[in-house]
């Protein structure tokens, strides 16, 4: 826990998030918005002595104490089930979504095992525990137990700033519903949010990282307003092409512009697939199917953009097995699960380039908005 003692911490201002300086009396605001209140101008200015004392309570070691505007992790409220057909095995799955502790994050459990030991069930949702990124992520542990396609309800937990809870799934893949995530921000709409005592970290840039594989090429770098993803795909298909956008993650942004975007996939694929086990669930209810340039699906695309959304949203997955919320942006072309996962081992490989940090609301009047899940 003792990573969450910072010299520094981002405070979350009305104005914009500024940087404090918690050994001395220091913020110096991290984005270009003009200042007022707090403090008079760009630039850095002094803390009154009790709003300090609040902030290092807020980073006392991340135990209780801490101060009451620091921004903590959650869990959902209730237990949720939710069943499905799995994309690439074609079985019924079932899923139990359940609440849990603080800082024990995401965790898959299988039940269909004839064993209740956790080391052999349990499967934390970290990037080192990818161990296949073929059609879809797959994540497992020493046992040899695995969980695939777990990137969209992945997605959607992280976009809706849930950080802890358990999944109960009777098979090795998480059901792919309509292709999207829509189903999984339902369920956990139905579950509702709960705030747990511990204070939640965040990962923050502190200079960009960038890899390169041929054409595909990525760089995360910082942003201290949250996580932002930029995403371009270039197809040599008419339906597609080149596509482009950048999302800054929230769960609204999430919900209006990411969370209906549906996998996608080509007809000529789909046999090849078949042969090699794969795609057995698949069909126009799950995926956008492409014969050529035309879009299969009786309803057409969601968006003209939808593939590059679906790019975003599986990003947002992919991301989100860095086990803490990221502040930065992450920046990619045609990437896919593999360079995704390939960006974390990079990050957490340099210890230079980022630190955990704790986030607080404004002292005077928490901004309960950056944790809510709206009633629709
Ligand atoms: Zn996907």
């Known amino acids: 826990m003792s990573g969450y003692l910072a010299p520094e911490c981002l405070l979350e201002m009305p104005t914009g998030i500024w940087r404090v300086d918690l050994r001395g009396r220091t913020v110096r605001k991290t984005d270009h918005e003009k200042a007022t209140g707090l403090v008079a101008a760009e630039g850095s200015a002094t803390l009154p002595e009790q709003k300090l004392t609040k902030l290092r309570l807020a980073h006392a070691n991340g135990a209780e104490p801490v101060g009451p505007n620091v921004i ?27 609440p849990a502790e603080a800082d024990s994050g995401i965790v898959f459990r299988r039940t269909d095992l004839a064993t209740d030991d956790v080391e052999v069930t349990d499967v934390a949702a970290r990037y080192d525990t990818v161990c296949d990124t073929t059609m879809c992520t797959v994540i497992g542990n020493a046992a040899g137990t695995t969980i695939g396609t777990i990137e969209h309800i992945m997605a959607a937990i992280s976009a809706l700033r849930i950080d802890n809870l358990l999944i109960e799934i009777d098979a090795h893949e998480v059901p792919v519903m309509d292709g999207s995530s829509d189903a999984f921000v339902a369920a956990l709409d139905q579950a509702g949010l709960s705030e747990l005592p511990a204070p939640r970290r965040f990962i923050r840039l502190t200079r960009s990282i960038a890899i390169e594989d041929g054409a595909k090429n990525a760089e995360l770098s910082p942003n201290d307003d949250g996580l932002r993803v930029e995403f371009s795909i270039d197809f040599d298909n008419k339906v597609i092409g080149r596509q482009e956008l950048g999302v800054d993650v929230s769960p609204e942004s999430f919900r209006g512009d990411v969370s209906n975007a549906r996998t996608f996939g080509f007809l000529e694929d789909y046999e090849k697939l078949r042969s090699l086990g794969l795609a057995h669930g698949a069909s126009l209810d799950n995926a956008v199917v492409l014969d050529g340039d035309k879009v299969m699906n009786e309803g057409g695309l969601r968006a003209p953009d939808e593939f590059v959304r679906h790019k ?7 991301l989100s097995l860095a086990g803490a919320p990221i502040l930065g942006c992450y920046r990619a072309s045609r990437a896919g699960h593999a360079f995704n996962n390939q960006m974390l081992h990079a990050l957490f490989a340099d210890q230079t380039a980022w630190e955990y940090v704790t986030l607080c609301h404004e002292a005077a009047k928490p901004d309960m908005s950056r944790i809510a899940i709206s009633a629709d």
């Open 72 to 98: 903590r992790q959650t869990t959902i409220s209730t237990s949720v089930e939710l069943s499905g057909i799995s994309l690439h095995k074609g079985t019924m799955v079932q899923l139990v979504l359940k």
């Open 312 to 318: 975003i949203l599986d990003a947002i997955g992919d």
